[in-house]
């Protein structure tokens, strides 16, 4: 098969694939999650939206899958998309409910991880190629085991301060901070690992 860069015409034909649609939507839906949050004040509905948008993080991915839509673009875009939900959500709770400090920290090291994963995969695949002999192109940084628990102690810090300001029950600031700190803690632990500093950086597939 005759190999060709990846350009705009790749790129307008990615863009028209629906699993992509759907991760572009995760950006957006930071801003719709900024509505209720910002001017109202109202939690309940501000983390349904939350909840909604961070779904499609496996609707994309499993969408892609089926319909033999897994794009270039949509590898790229996809840990994008992560970031700006989970970060935007966790900066906007930590400057305005939690505490600034945390939340500018983990914001900072959360954009590190975003720039890193962006430089390794344009970077990796600085003259990306369409073609069946450049599956080796696909392969990009994986997350670690520090990045997966850095999601999992966000999600859950998001899903307590959203139950706790909606009124569901109560948690203590000392908590609250310890899981912020916890998750601040495994984002650098990430960059470390990504930096190869706990063994070789493992490489993977993305799903979309």
Do not use: C
């Amino acid at each position: 098969m005759e190999k060709r860069k990846y350009g705009w015409r790749e790129f307008a034909s990615d863009m028209r694939k629906p699993p992509n649609w759907i991760t572009f939507s995760r950006i957006i839906g930071f801003f719709f999650l900024l509505l209720p949050l910002l001017r109202h004040g109202y939690f309940p509905a501000a983390f349904i939206v939350f909840l909604l948008f961070a779904a499609t993080d496996y609707l994309d991915g499993e969408l892609a899958r089926r319909k033999n839509m897994v794009t270039w673009l949509g590898k790229g875009l996809d840990p994008v998309a992560d970031k700006v939900l989970l970060m935007g959500t966790m900066l906007t709770l930590g400057l305005f409910w939690i505490h600034p400090i945390p939340g500018l920290l983990l914001a900072a090291l959360e954009s590190t991880l975003l720039v890193m994963g962006m430089v390794a995969f344009f970077g990796f695949q600085a003259t990306p190629t369409i073609g069946a002999n450049e599956k080796r192109r696909d392969l990009i940084l994986g997350a670690n085991l520090f990045g997966k628990a850095k999601a999992v102690l966000e999600i859950i810090l998001i899903s307590f301060v959203f139950f706790e300001r909606s009124g569901i029950f109560q948690m203590t600031d000392g908590s609250v901070l310890f899981l912020f700190w916890a998750a601040t803690l495994a984002a650098a632990m990430s960059i470390l690992r990504h930096l190869g500093m706990f063994g070789p950086i493992p490489l993977k597939r993305h799903s979309t």
